[in-house]
C-alpha cells in the first residue's frame, strides 16, 4: 500500500518558536504517518533532514507582500500537480485540504491604527486572501478558540468547520533554571529582570504600553530585557524619551532565548492581537510567572492569579502596575505561580497537538 503523501507550503520551517516552529513541528508530527513534501523559502537543515523532499523557493527581497505573493505563485503551480493532501497556513493562492490558521489578519485589520499605506494594503490583501482560501479548504484548523472566534466572526466561516488545536511546547527545551546553572544575563545588582520577547517592528505587541507602566512605577526596581528586532524600531528612542534608558536592555536577536527565560524572575507580553503567542507558553515551561493579555490566545491556558496572570486591556499601563505590585516583590509567589506554570505548560506539550494534527490528517486520506 502507498504510503500517505503530503505536502506542507509555508515561508519559514525552523525549530525558532513562533509560526516557524509550529510548521516544523507540524513536518515532525506528520512524518510518522506520511511522506512529507515541504515547499518553503526557508527550511532549516533539521526540518528537511525529516522531510520526503524538501522544495525550496526563491523570491524577491522586499517588501513583504511582493515576497509572499510571489512565494504563493510558486507554491500554487508546484500543488496543481501534487498527488496527496495539501497543507496550507492562513492566506494562500491554492485550495487546501487542510488550512491550519495561526492569524486572522482581518480582526488585525480591525484593531490596528496603520502607520503607513503600505501597512494597510499588506495586511487588507492577506485579509481577502485568507477569506477565500479559509471557505476553500476541506478542514480548518485555529491555533486557538480566539482564532476560531474571529473567522465565524469576520469571514462568516461555519463553528462547525473549524477544529482547534492549541499549539504545544517543547518542555526539553524550554525548563527551570536547573542548580548551579549560570544564568547568562544578570539584572543590575538588587534588580528583578522582566522580560519581553518579540517583534520590535510593530506596535501588536504593546511594547510601548510596558514602556509606560515602567515610567509610573520608578519605585519598582526593575530591569526590562527586550529580545528581538524589526525593520522599523522606535523602541530605544522612545525608552530614552521616557527616561527608561537605564532600566531597558535591548538585546537584539537571541538565538539562545530559552537561556534568557531562565535567567528572567518574569515574562510581559501585553499584545493587543496575538492569535497564540508561543513565546507565553515558552516562558510558562520555563517556570516564569507571566502576565500576557487577554487578545492572546495563550491566555485560553492560564487560570489568572494560579499560572500566570492575564490584563483585559492590553493598553491600560496600570493593570500591569497593579499586577507587579501585588506579586513581583515576593519570591515566594513568583515561585509559586512558576512552578504551577511549568505544570501547565507539562500538560501542552508538542506531543499534544501532533496527536490531533495526525487524526485529522489521517481522516482527510483517500
Known amino acids: 500500500m502507498r ?20 510548521n516544523a513541528d507540524l513536518v515532525q508530527a506528520l512524518a510518522e504517518v506520511a511522506d512529507v513534501h515541504v515547499i518553503g523559502v526557508d527550511v532549516a537543515p533539521e526540518v528537511a533532514a525529516v522531510a520526503r523532499r524538501t522544495v525550496l523557493l526563491s523570491v524577491p527581497g522586499t517588501p513583504n507582500l511582493v515576497k509572499g505573493l510571489s512565494f504563493q505563485a510558486q507554491a500554487s503551480r508546484f500543488l496543481a500537480g501534487f498527488e496527496g493532501l495539501a497543507i496550507g497556513t492562513g492566506a494562500t493562492l491554492w485550495t487546501s485540504d487542510l488550512n491550519v490558521v495561526h492569524m486572522c489578519h482581518r480582526a488585525w485589520q480591525e484593531l490596528a491604527h496603520f502607520s503607513s499605506l503600505y501597512s494597510r494594503v499588506y495586511t487588507r490583501t492577506n485579509a481577502h486572501l485568507e477569506k477565500h482560501a479559509i471557505q476553500a479548504a476541506r478542514r480548518v484548523v485555529a491555533v486557538s478558540h480566539q482564532v476560531k472566534r474571529d473567522l465565524v466572526h469576520w469571514h462568516g466561516i461555519e463553528p462547525e468547520r473549524i477544529h482547534v488545536v492549541l499549539n504545544g511546547v517543547d518542555t526539553n527545551r524550554f525548563h527551570p533554571r536547573r542548580d548551579g546553572e549560570i544564568p547568562v544575563l544578570v539584572a543590575e545588582s ?41 525593520r522599523r524600531n522606535p523602541y530605544p528612542a522612545l525608552a530614552r524619551k521616557l527616561g527608561l534608558e537605564d532600566r531597558v536592555r535591548f538585546l537584539g536577536y537571541r538565538p539562545d532565548v530559552e537561556a534568557l527565560f531562565r535567567a528572567a524572575d518574569a515574562f510581559v507580553l501585553p499584545s493587543r492581537y496575538d492569535p497564540f503567542g508561543m513565546v507565553g507558553l515558552e516562558a510558562m515551561a520555563s517556570g516564569l510567572p507571566v502576565v500576557v493579555s487577554s487578545r492572546m490566545g495563550v491566555s485560553e491556558l492560564i487560570t489568572d492569579g494560579l499560572d ?10 496600570w493593570a500591569l502596575v497593579s499586577h507587579w505590585r501585588r506579586w513581583l516583590l515576593d519570591p515566594a509567589v513568583r515561585r509559586r505561580v512558576g512552578r504551577a506554570a511549568r505544570q501547565k505548560a507539562l500538560s501542552h506539550t508538542t506531543a499534544v497537538p501532533a496527536k490531533a494534527y495526525r487524526r485529522i490528517v489521517m481522516e482527510l486520506a483517500p
Do not use: N
Open 190 to 230: 538588587g534588580r528583578l529582570a522582566i522580560l519581553f520577547v518579540g517583534d520590535l517592528g510593530t506596535p501588536r505587541k504593546g511594547l510601548d504600553t510596558v514602556f509606560e507602566a515602567m515610567r509610573l512605577a520608578p519605585d519598582l526596581d526593575i530591569e526590562l530585557w527586550v529580545a528581538g528586532t524589526g
Open 308 to 317: 500566570g496572570y492575564v490584563v483585559e486591556d492590553p493598553h491600560d499601563p
Open 3 to 22: 504510503r500517505l503523501q503530503v505536502a506542507i507550503a509555508s515561508h519559514t520551517f525552523a525549530f525558532t518558536g513562533g509560526m516557524p516552529g509550529c
